[in-house]
């Protein structure tokens, strides 16, 4: 078989935020923060796999958020060094950084030294109160934004602001407008527009998720505005297109559902490694396994 991403998880479902479209909604307790056995092994017969299938970037995830596990990260990067990815990329919201940064300071460090090349932080907006609303609902106040982009900056990381569209968030061409001109403002590397799911993966997300999803005509608005501003850079399939505007790269991404499945085995679209050492090629799917 061959794969276009290879996805390994990281930590557990804790998280911090309340995000209502997110597949956990898992609040951090004393056993979901305990860090479960890795199957070195079979981290090591994924790895050679993606190899095999000429992957280029390892994106460290989890169900909830990985950051609550930094040991579990270096560890992570310490085993995937001697496959040579070009690029390894942390999928995060960042709010334990940015909340504490004097725990987070040597982790960031080490991360680099061991090839993490890029930190995508999660948003739903450049706006502070939206992301507030989704992320930090029981505070009066969300992160420092700009303040946390520049501060991750100084450790040498490329990063990428990937913002889940949602109705009265990212539903407009002026707000997607808005926000690529504040990722240029503040030298963010790469944008992903990514629209809510559909398809919903947790039960008490799919009222929601109905309520705020874009509608056709929305997601259309936006994509003919990049296609009239911007330049087509690349088109890379099942997984979205990739565009200059204004000199920001931006990406408008395709979901992870049904639509995006190919049957075809030399064109898997993501491999990925899970702790107890199961590899799979479908997120939901039990039936999508392969050891």
Not at 66 to 93: A, D, G, M, V, W
Request: proline share 4%; net charge negative; charged share 30%.
């Amino acid at each position: 078989m061959k794969f276009k991403m290879f996805s390994v998880i990281v930590g557990t479902e804790a998280c911090m935020a309340s995000c209502p479209f997110c597949v956990s909604g898992v609040k951090p307790s004393k056993e979901n923060l305990e860090e479960r056995n890795i199957n070195w092994r079979n981290l090591k017969i994924a790895a050679n796999l993606a190899n095999r299938s000429d992957i280029d970037t390892v994106m460290l995830t989890s169900r909830g958020e990985p950051t609550l596990f930094p040991e579990q990260i270096t560890e992570y990067l310490k085993n995937l060094s001697e496959f040579q990815f070009p690029f390894i990329e942390l999928q995060s919201n960042c709010i334990p950084i940015s909340l504490n940064k004097e725990k987070y300071e040597k982790y960031l460090k080490e991360w680099y030294e061991e090839g993490l090349t890029t930190i995508t932080i999660s948003v739903v907006s450049n706006r502070a109160e939206s992301n507030r609303k989704i992320y930090m609902p029981n505070s009066d106040k969300y992160i420092d934004l700009p303040d946390l982009i520049k501060y991750l900056h100084s450790f040498g990381f490329s990063l990428r602001l990937t913002c889940v569209c949602c109705k009265d968030m990212m539903d407009t061409v002026d707000k997607v407008q808005e926000f690529i001109n504040f990722a240029k403002e503040n030298k963010v590397e790469q944008v992903t527009l990514r629209p809510v799911n559909d398809e919903f993966r947790r039960k008490s997300a799919e009222e929601w998720i109905k309520e705020n999803k874009l509608t056709d005509k929305q997601k259309q608005q936006i994509k003919d505005y990049l296609e009239e501003k911007g330049t087509k850079l690349l088109e890379l399939e099942r997984i979205g297109t990739i565009y200059d505007v204004n000199g920001q790269n931006v990406c408008l991404s395709l979901p992870l559902n049904k639509y995006t499945r190919d049957t075809n085995p030399e064109n898997a679209r993501n491999l990925i490694f899970f702790q107890d050492g199961h590899i799979r090629y479908e997120w939901e799917m039990e039936g999508g396994i392969l050891l």
